[in-house]
Antibody, heavy 124, light 102 residues
Framework: QVQLQESGPGLVKPSETLSLTCTVS????????WSWIRQPPGKGLEWIGY???????NYNPSLKSRVTISVDTSKTQFSLKLSSVTTADTAVYYC??????????????????WGRGTLVTVSS | SSELTQDPAVSVALGQTVRITCQGD??????ASWYQQKPGQAPVLVIY???NRPSGIPDRFSGSSSGNTASLTITGAQAEDEADYYC?????FGGGTKLTVL
């Protein structure tokens, strides 16, 4: 079955760039939206942004100026870069697959697969 | 507003029915999805679309929606249902509801 796995440094210094990669195994990266979602310790979930397999992106307006998400379909990987990090960016970072459904009376979006998450701490 | 509002905490007696609600303009024209998260674990999708459950989710979980409000209902809550529950619509998450099973 399809599985997602985050990888990258667990410690980043303030003002530097956080970089994470999500590897998709057991399935194709095509025809889906791929998102990054984070959760600060003891707090709720925050969507960071997504990339479609074709390369189009959409970012959370609150993070847009600092976020870049890219995809490498040949490696079935997508990546997150978050620049100029501060301690407020300390969180568990999840990658997730987003599926969309369209009904006659509305739409439904869902994150149906998640990675296990990776804790990134911003500290000097 | 793009925010989704959830009650921070809800409790239910073992075996009873509980409803968790989610309210916000992001829900107009969109069906919510609901996620269960237990401590130290990644969120798990429990309800999506028009009251659909992924494989492996018990049928005591159900969803409904009307206008700008979506609801997750657990009929006959079990001890293992104690968790945080998050709604989502259009990539916006609610603040989460901590469910306690008494």
């Amino acid at each position: 079955q399809v599985q997602l796995q985050e990888s990258g440094p667990g410690l980043v210094k303030p003002s530097e760039t956080l970089s994470l990669t999500c590897t998709v195994s057991g399935g194709s990266i095509s025809s889906y939206y791929w998102s990054w979602i984070r959760q600060p310790p003891g707090k709720g979930l925050e969507w960071i942004g997504y990339i479609y397999y074709s390369g189009s992106t959409n970012y959370n307006p609150s993070l847009k100026s600092r976020v870049t998400i890219s995809v490498d379909t040949s490696k079935t990987q997508f990546s997150l870069k978050l620049s100029s990090v501060t301690t407020a960016d300390t969180a568990v970072y999840y990658c997730a697959r987003e599926e969309r459904q369209y009904y006659y009376d509305g739409r439904g979006f869902m994150f149906d697969l998640w990675g296990r998450g990776t804790l990134v701490t911003v500290s000097s | 507003s793009s925010e989704l509002t959830q009650d921070p905490a809800v409790s239910v007696a073992l075996g009873q029915t509980v409803r968790i609600t989610c309210q916000g303009d992001s829900l107009r024209g969109y069906y919510a999805s609901w996620y269960q998260q237990k401590p130290g674990q990644a969120p798990v999708l429990v309800i999506y679309g028009k009251n659909n459950r992924p494989s492996g989710i018990p049928d005591r979980f159900s969803g409904s929606s009307s206008g700008n409000t979506a609801s997750l209902t657990i009929t006959g809550a079990q001890a293992e249902d104690e968790a945080d529950y998050y709604c989502n619509s259009r990539e916006v998450f609610g603040g989460g509801t901590k469910l306690t099973v008494l």
